[in-house]
């Protein structure tokens, strides 16, 4: 059975700060890897995919890498800003079809302050 | 509207109660599903509705049931729930293509207490 397991927690840093959320998983064989972005009380934004095959994947501020070999995968963010606060989530597939589930960590509760 | 809608957005229920909460999509997505969000644990899958399979979580009780009358609607009708039950329930859907699954969108999710 597939466990994915986020460190740390929780983190609260100050504005302009680079961070890492850290991803684990215990199956490698996944199909793709997907990092979340809950508001409180909201539902899920999609931030970076990452298909098996890959290594990372960027956008904006966001790095996502994959080392799919050793069960990894990290959340980079530069300067990180206020409106960064958020709770990340990691997500890892088993398979290509639909009903191939997503198994969730329990997330990392990140707060930054101004 | 764009996106996953989900109605309503709050609810409050009694056990003996019967209800039903519904998503919508409008991103013209072949594939639905049902979360389950508790306080402290990580989204637990419960249901997929697609065009080549529909599956469940084996461990979701009998008191929830879906239904999905086509491709852009998806419902969870709740019976009988317990306590326990009260969490926030997230819809997503997503395009399946042969060879490649897409993202999933989420609604916003319908805030349920059970008392």
């Known amino acids: 059975k597939q466990e994915v397991t986020q460190i740390p927690a929780a983190l609260s840093v100050p504005e302009g700060e680079n961070l890492v959320l850290n991803c684990s998983f215990t199956?490698?064989?996944?199909?793709?890897l997907q990092w979340f972005r809950q508001d409180p009380g909201k539902g899920l934004t999609s931030l970076l995919l990452?298909?098996?095959?890959?290594r990372e994947q960027t956008s904006g501020r966001l790095n996502a890498s994959l080392d799919k070999s050793s069960g990894r995968s990290t959340l980079y963010i530069a300067a990180s800003q206020p409106g960064d606060s958020a709770t990340y989530l990691c997500a890892v597939r088993r398979g290509e079809t639909s009903g191939s589930r997503l198994t969730f960590g329990e997330g990392t509760q990140l707060t930054v302050n101004p | 509207e764009t996106g996953v809608t989900q109605t309503p957005r709050h609810l409050v229920m009694g056990m003996t109660n019967k209800k039903s909460l519904k998503c919508e999509q409008h991103l013209g997505h072949n594939a639905m599903y049902w979360y389950k969000q508790s306080a402290k644990k990580p989204l637990e899958l419960m249901f997929v509705y697609s065009l080549e399979e529909r599956v469940e979580n084996n461990s979701v009780p009998s008191r929830f049931s879906p239904e999905c009358p086509n491709s852009s609607h998806l419902f969870l009708h709740l019976h009988t729930l317990q306590p326990e039950d009260s969490a926030l329930y997230l819809c997503?859907?997503?395009?399946?293509?042969?060879?490649?699954?897409?993202?999933?969108?989420f609604g916003p999710g319908t805030r349920l207490l059970v008392l």
């Open positions: 997503a859907s997503s395009q399946y293509l042969a060879g490649r699954q897409e993202t999933q969108y």
């Open positions: 990452i298909q098996s095959s890959q």
């Open positions: 199956d490698s064989a996944i199909y793709n």
